[in-house]
C-alpha cells in the first residue's frame, strides 16, 4: 500500500536543502546557516558565526606546486615574493574555521563569474574555490603578528600530522603555518578574534576525535613512510605503521591496470602536495589539488579525498565510533529493509571479486543495514547496493556508511526515499537540460516517442556506476563529491552530445540503448583515431567526455540545477501524489466500492490531512517543551540561527515513515471536518489563544510552524468528544489496535453512507449499542440511544429530514426549519416511550402484566395525554420561557422508589408508573425488530435512518463553518438560526455531552433550544438517577462514562492552559537570550577591554592570542 | 539479442513496446528470461529502474519486435513505473498463484494501466509460478491458455483442503477477473516454460494492425489513442488465441 502522500509533504522540505521551502515559511531564500553548511560540507550543528574578509597567505615553500602549474590570471595575487595569497572570505562556526576564495559553491547564487563562463573553470579552483575548512580541534596555535599593512594578521599552526606527532618535541617541521590578514574594521577583527579564541577552548575537547579518524587516514600513511618525515624524527624505533583500511582494493586489487591508470605518479605528486599543504583535517586546497582529482584519484587515496571533498569526513569527526555503535545497537534485529538488502547483495557489482568473496559481500551488508537502521525513511533503496559496493572499493565500512549519508541527505537529495520524487524530479531536470540545450535532439526524441529519462534514470540513480566501465565511473565520482551533483548532469548532457549524430537516426527505445551502450563499452578508446596529430590521437573518449562535460556544459552550474528543480518539483510531486493516492484507493478493499471514487479521494485526503497536521502540530508543541527545558543551556547562536542542535546529523532519524493510523483523537478531529455535529459546544481553547501565539514567531521562520496551528486542534474547529463517537470509532476499528487506518475509516464510511438501505441503518445504529452482540439492547442502551440521537440532532439536518431535500428548502423560512426541529425533538421523546412501551423484560414470567399495564400509562411525565414527550403544538405561546420545559422538568424528580415527600406531586402518580419502566429492579431490552418498529413507526425517524445520518456526514463540498465561533452554532439549529443568534454573551455553556445553557430572552429560538438542551438534559437526569439506583443497590458495575469524560475534559483544559503558558515562559527566555547576544552590554565592554589590551601587546613582534600545548 | 527472427519472407515487422508490472518477485524478470533466453536462473543483472530487453515474435503475417521494459522489483519503484507504461502497447501484469496478495496487486496494476496508460494497450494476466501448484498434469502443460485454465479449474475443487499445494489463487477467481475486464489470461511458469511464449504470442496477435506502423513509426501513438474501440472489443480471451504459432524463441 501507497500511504505516500505525507512522506511526500515532508520530502518537500527537503528536495533541495537550498531552495525555498514551500509551506508557512513565507521566506522564499534558503536559510545563511544552509547555504554556508552546503558551501564548506559541514554537518548540520554547523552555523555561521563570523565572516570577514581576509587574504590567505601560504609560507613560501607552498608555493613550489601552487604555482608551477598555473599559466594563467591570478598572476598577481600568486607571484608575490613570500608566498602564495589568496583574497577571499574567512568564516567561523562552531567548530570550524573555513576559508574560501570562492563565494559559493553549493549556493543558489553561485555562478561562474563572466569571464570564466565560456571556458567553464574556475581557473582550476574549481566552484569549491581556493581555502580551507579546518576543524578548531585541528588548530594548535594562533598568534597574533604585528603588520604594517594589516590591522589585523593572524598566523595559524595546525596539528597536521597529529595522529603520530606523540613524540615530537617542539619539531616544527610538519608544523602547517599559514598567515591570515583581517580587512575589516577594527571591531569586526577583534570580535572575529574573539569567536575564534572561544571555539579553540571548546575545541580541545575534540582533539582525541581527531586522533582517531586522522589516524585512519590514508595519508597519514602515505606521509610516515616519507623520506622527510622520518628523517626529523630520526626515530627508528618507532614501530612501522599500520596500513589504514583503504577499501576491498588493498585485498581485491582496484579495478583497472595501475601501471595504465599511472597510479605510482598520481601517488608521487600528491604526496608532494599533501606534504606542503596539510593532509586530511588540515588539507589546504591550491589550484593544483582541483587539477589532481579531475586526472583521477589515485586509488589508495582515493577514499579519503572523497571524505575530504563530499564532508563526509567531518560527520565522522563528529562521531567517529556512530557506525559501530549503530551496528551493536541494533544487532540480531530484523526489518523489511534488511530482507530486501539480503537479496541484492549478490548482485552488487558482481563483476567485481571483492564482491563473489564472503568478505566484500559481508561489509556490503553491514554498511547497508546500518545506515537502514540511522535513516528509516530511506531504510534501503535497490541502487544503495550498487553506489555502497563502490565505495567499498576505495574505503573501509566507517567512512562509507558516512559518505552515504551524505549521498542520501545532500548531495542526492530525495533520490532513495520511499517515493523517490528526487530521482523523479533530477530526470525531469535533466529533460528540460537537453531540451534547452540540444533542441534538435529533444525534438526527435520526442517524434518519436523515446522517453529520455528511461535511459538516463539509471545514470543519476547509481552515479554512472552501472553503466560506465567501472575506472571510467569512478573518475566521475572524483569530481562529483568535490563539485556537487551538477556533475551528474554535466556529464549527462556530454554524453548525449557526443552520441548526438548517432542518436538522432534512433528511432526507438532499442536502438538508442544500443547506441549508448557501445559508447559507453569503447570510452577507453581514442577519440580521434584517425587524426594525423598524435596527441590528439591519445585522447581517449572518455577524456573527450571530461572535457566536453566541463567546458562546454560549464554554463551548467548548481545554480541552474535549483532553479529547474524547483520549477518542476511542484509538477513532479503531484504526479508521485495521486499516483500514490490512486493506488492507495484502488488497495482499500472490496467494501470501499461501495463508495464514489470522488468520496474515496476526499477521505483520502482527509484522512492524511488530519494525520499530517496533528503531526506537525504535535513537534510543535514538543519542539516547544524542550526548547522551554533547553532555554537555559541553549547555545545563544541556535536561538539566532532559529536551528537547534537537535535536527540530527546523520540520515535524519526524526524523519521517520509517516503515521498511516489514526488515533481516537484524530478521528474526532476527522469527524468535526466533516460532520457538524461532531463539533463541540464548549470549545476549551479561547480563539485569543492563537492570537496570541503568532507574537511568538520569530523561530516560527525556521521550524515551519504556523501560529495558528498551536491550538490542539488547529485551525479547524474542536471536536466534541461524546460517546457516540467513541462507539462509532470501535465500531470502526475493526482491527482492535486503537487505532483507524484508511481503511479501517473507508470500511466505517461505506457502511454509514455507502447504503441507501434504511433496513441495514437501522440495524447499524442498534449494533452500535449492542454492547454483548446478544441482539438486545438494554434499559441503559435505549437511554444512550436517545442521547445520541438528540446529539447528533442538535444542530439540526440542512434539507436532509424531509424527504424531498430541495436547494429551496435550504433557504426557507426559519418557521419551517423550528418546525422540523421541533418535530425531531418529540420524535425523540416518543421513541423513547415507545422503546420501553415494547421493550422485552429480561425475565419473561416476572412482572409481565404489571410493566405493562404501567408502561401503557408511560408518557415521561406529560401531564396531559399528548403523545409525544413535549407539546409543541403552540411554540408560540404567549407563555413561551417556562412552559414547555416545564414538562420536561417534571421528569428529573423521577426516582427509582416513588417518595412520598416529591415536591412534585401532581405528578407523581404517572413518575411512579414511568418507574418502573426505569427500575433497574426490572430489567428489560428491545430487540432488533422491536428498535426497528419504533423507528418506522415515526415518520421524523425513519428519515432520519433513510438519509439524514449518512447525510450528516458531508465528505464533498463541506466547508464546515470552522472559523465561525462554535457558541453561535451551538444556539442554533441551522444556518438560518445562526444569524439570529448573534446576541452577547451567547455561547455559555458546559458539559462535552452537549447539555447547554441558554441565556434567556431569545424567544422562540431561545425557547427551542432550551427545550434541546433540556431533552439532552432529561436524558442524562434519567442515566444519573439510574446510575444512582444502581450504586445504592450495589449491583451495579456503574456508568461512569459521563463522570470520565467530564474529568477528560477538565483534564484537557488544564493542560491547555499549562501549554499557553509555556509557550510564555519559552519565549520570554529566548527573547532574553537574543538580547544577550544582540546587545551584551557587560561583555561587550569586557571585549573592548581585552581588545585594547589585545593592541597594547601587539607592539611587541608577535603576541599570542591564544595558545594551545597539548 | 537472439535474432532468430529473421524471416525468409520479407513480412511486415513491427516494433511493440511491452511492459511488465506486478509485484516483486512474481518472476517478472524469469518470464523475460524465459521468452528471450529460454532460460531459467537467479537474476544477476542489477536491474536499477527498469530492464531493457527485445525479442521478435514470428507471426504468419507479420513479424512483431518486442521492447520489452522489466520494471525493477521494489515497492518504492512502483512510483517510478508511469515512466515506463507511457506509451506501452502492451502490458504483462503478473502475479504469483501462490500468494494472494500479488493478484491484488496485479488488479492494481490492471485498474492503474486501464485509466492512465495508451487507451487501447493491450493487457494480459499472467499468474507465474503454475509448477508450485500439486499435481498438474504435466500433459497439459503445453496447451493455450484456455486448456490449462480449464485443467487448473478442475483441481481447484480438491485443493480446498490444502494438501501440498501451494496455490493460493484459484485459477476460477483470475479468470473472471480477467474476463470481466477483457484482459488476456495465462497461467504460465517461468521454470518450466510452461505458456509462456504463449502469451507473447496471443499479445502480438491482440495487438490491431491499426497501431502498428512499421517499426513504431512516427505517430504510432496517436493511433493507439483514436483506435481504442476496437482494440478492446477484439481482447476477450477466447477471440484471441487464434493462430498458435509459437514466437521465435
Ligand atoms: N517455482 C517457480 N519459481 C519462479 C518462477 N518464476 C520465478 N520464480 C522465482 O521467483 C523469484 C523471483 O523471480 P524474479 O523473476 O526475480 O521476480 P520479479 O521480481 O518479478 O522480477 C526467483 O527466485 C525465481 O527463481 C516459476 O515459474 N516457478
Ligand atoms: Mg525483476
Redesign the pocket.
Known amino acids: 500500500m501507497f500511504n505516500l502522500s505525507n512522506l511526500v509533504q515532508k520530502a518537500q522540505q527537503f528536495i533541495d536543502p537550498t531552495l525555498s521551502i514551500t509551506g508557512p515559511s513565507s521566506d522564499r531564500r534558503p536559510s545563511k546557516a544552509t547555504l554556508f553548511r552546503h558551501q564548506f560540507r559541514l554537518p548540520e550543528t554547523q552555523s555561521p558565526l563570523q565572516e570577514i574578509t581576509a587574504e590567505l597567505t601560504l609560507s613560501p615553500h607552498h608555493s613550489t606546486r601552487g604555482s608551477s602549474g598555473e599559466s594563467t590570471s591570478h598572476a598577481q595575487e600568486r607571484d608575490r615574493p613570500q608566498g602564495n595569497h589568496y583574497v577571499g572570505k574567512l568564516h567561523l562556526s562552531e567548530q570550524y574555521l573555513c576559508f574560501s576564495t570562492q563565494g559559493s559553491s553549493f549556493l543558489n547564487t553561485a555562478s561562474l563569474s563572466a569571464s570564466s563562463a565560456f571556458t567553464g573553470q574556475t581557473h582550476g579552483a574549481g566552484p569549491a574555490g581556493n581555502g580551507f575548512i579546518l576543524p578548531l580541534c585541528a588548530i594548535r596555535r594562533v598568534e597574533r603578528l604585528h603588520s604594517q599593512s594589516y590591522m589585523f594578521a593572524l598566523a595559524i599552526t595546525t596539528w597536521n600530522g597529529v595522529s603520530d606527532g606523540k613524540a615530537k618535541p617542539g619539531s616544527a617541521a610538519s608544523g602547517q603555518k599559514l598567515t591570515i590578514q583581517l580587512a575589516g574594521s577594527r571591531i569586526q577583527c577583534e570580535r572575529f578574534c574573539d569567536g575564534l579564541k572561544r571555539g579553540l577552548r571548546e575545541g580541545v575537547r575534540e582533539v582525541e576525535n581527531l586522533r582517531a579518524v586522522v589516524s585512519e587516514c590514508y595519508s597519514e600513511y602515505l606521509l610516515s613512510e616519507d623520506g622527510d618525515d622520518k628523517k626529523s624524527h630520526g626515530n627508528e624505533d618507532r614501530k612501522p605503521r599500520e596500513h589504514p583500511d583503504t577499501g576491498l582494493g588493498m585485498v581485491f586489487k582496484y579495478p583497472g591496470n595501475a601501471r595504465k591508470l599511472r597510479d605510482a605518479t598520481k601517488i608521487r605528486l600528491w604526496r608532494e602536495y599533501l606534504r606542503e599543504n596539510g593532509r586530511s583535517a588540515t588539507l589546504i586546497r591550491q589550484p593544483t589539488f582541483h587539477k589532481l582529482i579531475r586526472v583521477g584519484l589515485p586509488n589508495r587515496l582515493r577514499g579519503e579525498i572523497w571524505e575530504l571533498t563530499s564532508g563526509s569526513f567531518f560527520l565522522r569527526l563528529q562521531n567517529p565510533k556512530l557506525y559501530i555503535q549503530t551496528l551493536t545497537k541494533f544487532s540480531g534485529q530484523e526489518s523489511l529493509a534488511i530482507d530486501e538488502i539480503e537479496k541484492d547483495l549478490n548482485r552488487s557489482l558482481p563483476e567485481y571479486p571483492g564482491f563473489q568473496s564472503e568478505e566484500g559481500i559481508g561489509r556490503l551488508r553491514r554498511v547497508l543495514t546500518a545506515y537502514s537502521w540511522t535513516n528509516e525513511e530511506v531504510g534501503y533503496c535497490q541502487a544503495m547496493n550498487i553506489v555502497v559496493a563502490a565505495l567499498l572499493i576505495y574505503m573501509s565500512e566507517s567512512q562509507a556508511f558516512f559518505l552515504l549519508s551524505i549521498l542520501c541527505d545532500r548531495l542526492l537529495p530525495g533520490y532513495y526515499s520511499q517515493t523517490m520524487y528526487g530521482t523523479l524530479l533530477d530526470q525531469r531536470v535533466f529533460e528540460s537540460l537537453v531540451e534547452k540545450t540540444m533542441p534538435i535532439l529533444w525534438d526527435h526524441l520526442a517524434k518519436n516517442d523515446v522517453q529520455l529519462s528511461v535511459v538516463s534514470l539509471p545514470w543519476f540513480l547509481s552515479l554512472y556506476i552501472n553503466s560506465m566501465p567501472l575506472i571510467f565511473a569512478f573518475r566521475v565520482l572524483d569530481v562529483f563529491f568535490l563539485e556537487g551533483p551538477k556533475v551528474l548532469f554535466q556529464i549527462g548532457l556530454a554524453i548525449l552530445r557526443i552520441n548526438g549524430e548517432e542518436l538522432l537516426d534512433a528511432t526507438d527505445d532499442g536502438t538508442f540503448i544500443s547506441v549508448l551502450k557501445s559508447y559507453f563499452a569503447r570510452l577507453d578508446e581514442s577519440a580521434h583515431p584517425r587524426s594525423e596529430n598524435p596527441k590528439l590521437r591519445a585522447v581517449t573518449r572518455f577524456q573527450e567526455l571530461m572535457v566536453v562535460a566541463f567546458k562546454e556544459f560549464a554554463g551548467i552550474t548548481q545554480n541552474t540545477i535549483s532553479e529547474q528543480r524547483s520549477k518542476h518539483k511542484g509538477a513532479v510531486l503531484e504526479n508521485i501524489e495521486s499516483f500514490a493516492k490512486r493506488t492507495s484507493i484502488r488497495n482499500l478493499g472490496p467494501e470501499s466500492k461501495r463508495l464514489s471514487v470522488i468520496d474515496l479521494g476526499f477521505l483520502y485526503d482527509r484522512f492524511y490531512e488530519v494525520l499530517y497536521e496533528r503531526q506537525q502540530r504535535d513537534e510543535i508543541m514538543q519542539h516547544e517543551a524542550e526548547r522551554k527545558a533547553k532555554a537555559g543551556r541553549m547555545k545563544a547562536t541556535e536561538v539566532v540561527s532559529g536551528f537547534s542542535g537537535n535536527n540530527p546529523e546523520v540520515g535524519r532519524v526524526a524523519l521517520g515513515p509517516s503515521p498511516t493510523q489514526m488515533d481516537y483523537d484524530g478521528f474526532r478531529e476527522f469527524l468535526a471536518g466533516i460532520a457538524k455535529w461532531a463539533v463541540t459546544d464548549s470549545p476549551s481553547s479561547p480563539p485569543e489563544l492563537n492570537g496570541d501565539k503568532q507574537n511568538h514567531s520569530y523561530f516560527g521562520g525556521s521550524t515551519r510552524s504556523r501560529s495558528t496551528t498551536i491550538s490542539p486542534w488547529g485551525s479547524g474547529p474542536e471536536p466534541a468528544d461524546h460517546e457516540f463517537m467513541k462507539r462509532l470509532f470501535r465500531r470502526w476499528d475493526t482491527d482492535m489496535n486503537n487505532t483507524l487506518s484508511l481503511q479501517n475509516v473507508v470500511t466505517g464510511f461505506a457502511q454509514v453512507k455507502g447504503t441507501k438501505d434504511i433496513m441495514s441503518n437501522i440495524s447499524y445504529f442498534f449494533e452500535l449499542y449492542d454492547d454483548d452482540g446478544d441482539g438486545r439492547v438494554d434499559r441503559d442502551g435505549i437511554l444512550r440511544i436517545s442521547e445520541a440521537l438528540l446529539f447528533l440532532s442538535r444542530r439540526g439536518f440542512e434539507g436532509n429530514l424531509s424527504p424531498s431535500p430541495s436547494l429551496h428548502d435550504l433557504a426557507t423560512s426559519p418557521e419551517r426549519r423550528e418546525n422540523r426541529d421541533e418535530q425531531f425533538l418529540s420524535s425523540i421523546s416518543a421513541f423513547i416511550r415507545r422503546c420501553f412501551e415494547y421493550a422485552d423484560p429480561d425475565h419473561a414470567a416476572n412482572q409481565v402484566r404489571q410493566a405493562a399495564a404501567d408502561l401503557a400509562s408511560f408518557s415521561i411525565g406529560s401531564d396531559n395525554d399528548s403523545e409525544d414527550l413535549v407539546d409543541l403544538s403552540d411554540p408560540a405561546s404567549p407563555k413561551p420561557n417556562p412552559s414547555s420545559p416545564r414538562l420536561l422538568h417534571t421528569k428529573i424528580p423521577l426516582s427509582p422508589t416513588p417518595s412520598t415527600s416529591n415536591p412534585l406531586s401532581p405528578v407523581k402518580a404517572k413518575a411512579t408508573a414511568a418507574n418502573l419502566a426505569l427500575d433497574p429492579n426490572n430489567p428489560l431490552h428491545i430487540t432488533l425488530p422491536t428498535f426497528r418498529m419504533v423507528i418506522l413507526a415515526d415518520e421524523v425517524l425513519e428519515t432520519f435512518f433513510e438519509s439524514g445520518f449518512s447525510a450528516s456526514f458531508r465528505l464533498l463540498d463541506a466547508p464546515q463553518p470552522s472559523h465561525a465561533s462554535s457558541s453561535s452554532n451551538l444556539t442554533t439549529f441551522s444556518n438560518a438560526a445562526a444569524r439570529n443568534a448573534l446576541a452577547p454573551g451567547a455561547g455559555a455553556s458546559v458539559g462535552g455531552a452537549g447539555v447547554g445553557v441558554v441565556p434567556p430572552g431569545k424567544g422562540l429560538r431561545g425557547m427551542l433550544d432550551n427545550i434541546v438542551s433540556d431533552g439532552m438534559r432529561v436524558a442524562a437526569e434519567v442515566r444519573r438517577r439510574m446510575d444512582e439506583a444502581q450504586r445504592e443497590e450495589g449491583e451495579g458495575e456503574g456508568e461512569k462514562g459521563h463522570v470520565e469524560e467530564e474529568g477528560e475534559e477538565e483534564g484537557r483544559d488544564g493542560e491547555l492552559l499549562e501549554g499557553a503558558e509555556t509557550a510564555d515562559v519559552v519565549v520570554g527566555k529566548g527573547a532574553g537570550v537574543v538580547g544577550d547576544l544582540l546587545g551584551p552590554p557587560g561583555e561587550g565592554k569586557k571585549e573592548g577591554e581585552e581588545g585594547v589590551k589585545g593592541r597594547q601587546r601587539s607592539v611587541s613582534e608577535a603576541s599570542k592570542i591564544l595558545e594551545f600545548e597539548r | 539479442m537472439a535474432d532468430s527472427g529473421a524471416t525468409s519472407a520479407p513480412k511486415p515487422s513491427s516494433s511493440v513496446k511491452l511492459v511488465l508490472l ?1 509485484e ?8 523475460v528470461m524465459r521468452f528471450v533466453n529460454n532460460d531459467f536462473q ?2 544477476k543483472e542489477p536491474t536499477i529502474g527498469a530492464a531493457f530487453l527485445t525479442q521478435k515474435c514470428n507471426l504468419p503475417t507479420r513479424t512483431i519486435k518486442f521492447e520489452i521494459w ?1 520494471t525493477a ?1 521494489q515497492e518504492r519503484f512502483a512510483s517510478l513505473a508511469p515512466m515506463y507504461y507511457r506509451n506501452a502497447q502492451a502490458a504483462l501484469v ?1 502475479y504469483d498463484i501462490t500468494k494472494a496478495s500479488s493478484l491484488q496487486k496485479a488488479q492494481h496494476w490492471v485498474a492503474e494501466l486501464q485509466r492512465q496508460a495508451s487507451p487501447g494497450i493491450v493487457i494480459a494476466l499472467v499468474g ?5 501448484a500439486s499435481a498438474n498434469p504435466a500433459s497439459d502443460t503445453s496447451t493455450g491458455g484456455d486448456d490449462a485454465d480449464a485443467t487448473a479449474t478442475a483441481e481447484e475443487e480438491e485443493d480446498v483442503d490444502g494438501e501440498s499445494d501451494a496455490r493460493k489463487v484459484p485459477t476460477k477467481t483470475a479468470k473472471a477477473y480477467a474476463d470481466e475486464e477483457a484482459l488476456l489470461f495465462f497461467e ?4 518450466t516454460g510452461l505458456n509462456v511464449a504463449e502469451v507473447f504470442t496471443a499479445i502480438a496477435n491482440a495487438i490491431p494492425e491499426t497501431s502498428l506502423k512499421g517499426p513504431r513509426g512516427v505517430g504510432g501513438q496517436t493511433n493507439l489513442g483514436r483506435q481504442e474501440d476496437s482494440a478492446r472489443v477484439n481482447l476477450t480471451g477466447a477471440n484471441v488465441q487464434g493462430p498458435k504459432e509459437g514466437c521465435a524463441c
Open positions: 506486478g516483486a518477485a512474481v518472476g517478472k524478470s524469469s518470464l537467479e537474476n522489466d522489483g503478473v507465474n509460478k503454475f509448477d508450485l504460465t511458469s517461468a521454470k
